[in-house]
């Protein structure tokens, strides 16, 4: 199953997708301020054109499980989400990610990197959900 997995930021929101199979995860972009009409626009265009079976939203938990502000602007986010998409739209706890994709050398911009672990992380887990 084909997922696509955001690292939602008001400022930048990081896209990364996974192979058809649901097994490879790999960073593809990052939108600009997904809050507005020209940012939404891009998002849900980018989410047609890669035709994803279930789209994962990171959830940015404090260290102890909480929701804090930016884990309530998340959910608002993924809410609004669901409205405008057909496919599954699912929270998945991202704690870390960004500090991990800060550990990642490479060419590829950070937040699209976040959104390659959070993904990542979310693969393991189905699988192991399944078995």
Same mark, same amino acid.
């Given at each position: 199953m084909k997922v696509l997995a955001l690292d939602y930021g008001s400022?930048?929101? $990081?896209v990364a997708v996974s192979d058809p199979s649901g097994? +490879? &995860?790999r960073p593809l972009t990052v /939108? @600009?301020? /997904?809050g507005t009409k020209l940012g939404a626009e891009r998002l849900l265009a980018l +989410? &047609? @054109?890669e035709q994803p079976e279930q789209i994962v939203v990171g959830l940015?938990?404090?260290?102890r499980g909480e929701? $804090?502000?930016q884990a309530h602007e998340t959910e608002a986010f993924a809410r609004r989400l669901r409205e405008r998409v057909t496919v599954p739209v699912e929270l998945f706890d991202e704690r870390l990610t960004t500090v991990l994709a800060a550990r990642t050398p490479s060419d590829t911009p950070e937040d699209a990197r976040a959104a390659a672990h959070l993904l990542e992380s979310f693969l393991t887990w189905s699988t192991s959900r399944e078995n």
């Open positions: 400022a930048r929101t $990081g097994v +490879i &995860a /939108v @600009e301020q /997904v +989410i &047609a @054109e940015p938990l404090t260290l929701h $804090g502000k």
